[in-house]
């Protein structure tokens, strides 16, 4: 074991972070297998130009969509939204409304979440145009076999060591999001991610380490697109394996002087997520500098960004993503966070696979009551 693995501990968690790259070169023959399926589906769902496609998922498996959406959008010329399974089962009839068809996408690594279950079968009930495209981790899972046998329905199980023990999402994200893309979106080189992935690893624990060091009572994480997606994913990971004890939240560079910028103080450390587009990158590059004004320099994290960033701001590289699309680039940015969530944990003498051993969060959400929906009568 190098010494650079040795930083990581044993854990699961740990083991589920750095086995991502061979993971995804799985991912993708799971896709390929899955292909003749998956586009049968799509045919049928999307020949429709009013379709509407909407991705769909709790916590994590929710961040999958936001992180996907833009770029699913421009690639396939049409809506696609992101919307929360909770959001579903608390108020469907703002998802389903009129006629237009629906082609809705659910992500879960258990399947067995309460509202994953509810949300489709609530989707379908009032859409009864709806087509089904479930993406999990574990073919044994309520949502898989649900879905399994039904005709309007593909289930596309992605290997099963994506259906991560540690008590939060770290590979299953990653692999989610891939599927996503190799699914529904334009070509993806899943050997050039794994690459870059592994070279971020490298060094992943020593810099995740140089963070916790410094004992940041907060973690602010930035990004825009499809990467505000992976900044919401970033803030959760750190909330999950601190069990809330380092404070973190996700925002977009704009929305964050609108009120969320309240949260820096002299604890905070700030990570900005750069954008590969230059347009997008000037907002990203805006508010970098600014942090540093506000932190200083040792406090601000520029990943992804050039080799020298804005203000003098530490860069944490994402070595052969240049050009990317943002939700490409982070399946490989988000390692980083995951890496930092670690090692806060870990300074925090918590165990990462069971940071809330007083049962007050569980890997898969408990205490949920779906409760009887019955639409109002027409007329």
């Known amino acids: 074991m190098t010494e650079e693995e040795k930083q990581w501990g044993g854990s699961r968690t740990a083991a589920e972070i750095r086995q991502q790259p ?3 070169r799985r991912v993708a023959r799971a896709v390929a297998q ?3 399926d998956v586009d049968r589906l799509l045919g049928e769902a999307l020949v429709d130009p009013r379709a509407r496609v909407v991705l769909t998922g709790a916590g994590t498996s929710a961040f999958v969509g936001r992180v996907v ?4 959008s421009r690639h396939l010329d049409r809506q696609v939204e992101a919307i929360a399974t909770t959001d579903i089962v608390a108020d469907p009839r703002s998802v389903v409304a009129g006629d237009r068809p629906l082609l809705l996408v659910s992500f879960a690594r258990s399947g067995n979440s309460p509202e994953s279950v509810a949300a489709a079968d609530l989707v379908n009930r009032l859409a009864p145009a709806a087509h089904h495209l479930v993406i999990t981790c574990n073919a044994a899972g309520e949502l898989a076999r649900r879905w399994s046998d039904a005709k309007n329905a593909v289930v596309l199980t992605l290997p099963p060591e994506l259906n991560d023990r540690g008590f939060a999402m770290t590979s299953s994200f990653t692999g989610m999001v891939l599927a996503a893309l190799l699914s529904l979106g334009p070509e993806v080189d899943v050997e050039a991610a794994a690459r870059a992935a592994s070279a971020v690893l ?7 380490a140089a963070v916790a060091a410094a004992r940041p009572s907060r973690l602010v994480y930035l990004g825009s697109g499809a990467l505000q997606g992976l900044a919401l994913e970033a803030a959760l990971k750190c909330l999950e394996l601190t069990a809330g004890g380092v404070v973190a939240v996700g925002d977009s560079p704009l929305g964050f002087r609108h009120g969320p910028k309240s ?6 450390t700030a990570v900005v997520f750069h954008s590969a587009d230059p347009y997008t990158r000037s907002y990203d590059e805006d508010i970098t500098r600014e942090l540093v ?3 200083g320099p040792d406090r601000v994290i520029a990943v ?3 080799d020298e960033a804005p203000g003098g701001a530490h860069v944490w590289p994402v070595p052969g993503t240049a050009g ?5 680039r982070a399946v490989v940015a988000v390692i980083p966070a995951q890496a930092i969530a670690l090692a806060c944990s870990i300074a925090r003498g918590l165990e990462p696979d069971n940071p809330f051993p007083g049962g007050e969060v569980n890997r898969v959400v408990q205490g949920v009551v779906i409760h009887a929906f019955a639409p109002p009568a027409e007329g």
């Open 69 to 72: 959406a833009p770029d699913l």
């Open 304 to 306: 992804g960004g050039a």
């Open 34 to 36: 899955a292909r003749s």
């Open 293 to 295: 004004r506000s932190l």
């Open 324 to 328: 990317w699309p943002d939700a490409l």
């Open 202 to 208: 490298e060094t992943a624990a020593s810099r995740a």
């Open 263 to 268: 949260i820096l103080d002299e604890g905070t």
């Open 22 to 24: 061979g993971a995804w």
